[in-house]
C-alpha cells in the first residue's frame, strides 16, 4: 500500500473511494487485481477434497497488505453512489470475503485485525527492502487491533435497501445489473455471517 502513516492512508483510500474521475481507474484496477489474485490464491484447486485449506501464510500475506485497511473504508463507506460508480471494485470486495470465508479463513474476519502503523508495501517486505512496523496501542508490547470485518459486514443490509430502491428507479440495463450483483453479495455475506 506504500509507505505513510495508517492515517494517512486511510485518508488516500476514503479520498479515492469516493471520487468518479478517471484518475480513480488505476486505483481500481490495482485493488481488483489484488482481490483477484488472493481469491486464485485461497480456492480450492481439488473441488473435492472437503478438507482443503489455504497455505497457513496466506493469512500472513492477507494481514500484512494494505487490504484490510481498503475493505475497511470501503465498507465503512455509506454513499451507495459510490457503491455503483465503483461497482468493479466494490464486487470484487464483496466476492473476496465471501471466498475468504468459505476457504476456511473466516478467523480474519471474525477476529479484530492488527494495525498497521508504518509501511514500505508488503513487496518491498518480501524483498527484503522494506519494513512493516504495528500501530501499539497501550505499551510497548500491544499490538492495536480494527474491528473485525464482519462488524462492518453487519451493516450492509443499509446499504442494499437504497441500492434495490435505486435499481427499480434506472432503466439502463447494464447499471441496473451492477446494482443487483452488490445487492446478491451483500445478501450472501449476511447470510453467511448469520450461520458463524
Known amino acids: 500500500m506504500g509507505s505513510g502513516g495508517r492515517a494517512a492512508r486511510q485518508e488516500f483510500n476514503d479520498l479515492v473511494a469516493s471520487r468518479t474521475v478517471s484518475s480513480t481507474a488505476e486505483w481500481e484496477k ?17 473441488e473435492e477434497d472437503e478438507n482443503y485449506k489455504p497455505h497457513p501464510s496466506m493469512k500472513h500475506l492477507f494481514l500484512m497488505s494494505g487490504l484490510p485497511e481498503v475493505m475497511e473504508s470501503l ?11 465503483h461497482s468493479d471494485v466494490y464486487c470484487a470486495m464483496l466476492s473476496t470475503l465471501k ?17 498497521i502503523n508504518q509501511s514500505d508495501g508488503i513487496g518491498s517486505w518480501m524483498r527484503g527492502h522494506g519494513k512493516i512496523t504495528w500501530e501499539s496501542s ?7 487491533r480494527s ?31 451492477k ?18
Request: net charge positive.
Open 30 to 46: 490495482m485493488i481488483v487485481g489484488a482481490m483477484k489474485t488472493l481469491e486464485v490464491f485461497l480456492r480450492n484447486p481439488d
Open 75 to 85: 465498507l465503512g463507506n455509506r454513499n451507495v453512489s459510490d457503491w455503483v460508480a
Open 99 to 115: 471466498c475468504m470465508s468459505n476457504s476456511g479463513l473466516s478467523d480474519l474476519l471474525k477476529d479484530p485485525l492488527p494495525v
Open 138 to 144: 497501550s505499551g510497548k508490547d500491544s499490538i492495536a
Open 147 to 177: 474491528p473485525p470485518v464482519y462488524e462492518a459486514v453487519k451493516g450492509l443490509e443499509r446499504h442494499r435497501r437504497p441500492l434495490l430502491e435505486l435499481a427499480s428507479r434506472i432503466k439502463f440495463p447494464a447499471t441496473v445489473k
Open 179 to 196: 446494482i443487483q450483483a452488490l445487492c446478491d453479495g451483500i445478501l450472501y455475506l449476511l447470510l453467511q455471517q448469520m450461520m458463524v
